[in-house]
């Protein structure tokens, strides 16, 4: 019992630290995806403005 409670600890930090992490890196992919969406946006908006 001793053993066996740590570890299941360990799991539950792991997995949380984890289910952080893909959070964190999922934001980044939105902001940055927003990011390069909306500059195409932009320069497809200003051509067309520009024609």
Same mark, same amino acid.
């Given at each position: 019992?001793?053993? @066996?409670?740590?570890?299941? &600890?360990? &799991? +539950?930090?792991?997995?949380?630290? /984890?289910? $952080?992490? /893909? +959070?964190?890196?999922?934001?980044?992919? *939105?902001? /940055?995806? @927003? +990011?390069?969406?909306? *500059?195409? /946006?932009?320069?497809? $908006?200003? @051509?067309?403005? @520009?024609?």
């Amino acid at each position: 019992m001793c053993l @066996g409670s740590p570890s299941k &600890y360990m &799991y +539950g930090i792991a997995f949380l630290l /984890l289910l $952080s992490v /893909l +959070g964190v890196v999922e934001v980044v992919l *939105n902001v /940055l995806l @927003g +990011g390069l969406t909306r *500059n195409k /946006l932009d320069s497809i $908006s200003v @051509g067309k403005k @520009g024609v």
